[in-house]
Nanobody, 128 residues
Framework: QVQVVESGGGLAQAGGSLRLSCLAS????????MAWFRQVPGKERDFVAGISQSGGVIHSADSVRGRFTIARDNAKNTLYLRMNSLRPEDTADYFCAVRTIPSDASRVYLSTNEYNYWGRGTQVTVLS
């Protein structure tokens, strides 16, 4: 079983920056793609950005493209999300997702049901 823990959330001003981290532990050699999703009360959990196992392929949602950057450090079993130019509409609970189902190292997965391990989330609040 892979344990997933997010950190780095908090309060930011509009236009500010935060960096989220996701640390995975356990049989991390089996990790494939990883991703960040976000969710607000009463809405679906939405894809934010994802990265392939190799780190060579990245997809990001239209709403964050050009502002957020996803990266991974496989040696540290860590996923990052650098968030710049934050907007109030970025306010959400941010979740780290890890896939361990075998696949090739160049694929990115965009749906929640394509991941099998999740963190508990870290809250990001952006003030106007």
């Amino acid at each position: 079983q892979v344990q997933v823990v997010e950190s780095g959330g908090g309060l930011a001003q509009a236009g500010g920056s935060l960096r989220l981290s996701c640390l995975a532990s356990g049989p991390t050699f089996s990790m494939d793609a990883m991703a960040w999703f976000r969710q607000v009360p009463g809405k679906e959990r939405d894809f934010v950005a994802g990265i392939s196992q190799s780190g060579g392929v990245i997809h990001s949602a239209d709403s964050v493209r050009g502002r957020f950057t996803i990266a991974r450090d496989n040696a540290k079993n860590t996923l990052y999300l650098r968030m710049n130019s934050l907007r109030p509409e970025d306010t959400a609970d941010y979740f780290c997702a890890v896939r361990t189902i075998p696949s090739d190292a160049s694929r990115v997965y965009l749906s929640t049901n394509e991941y099998n391990y999740w963190g508990r989330g870290t809250q990001v609040t952006v003030l106007s």
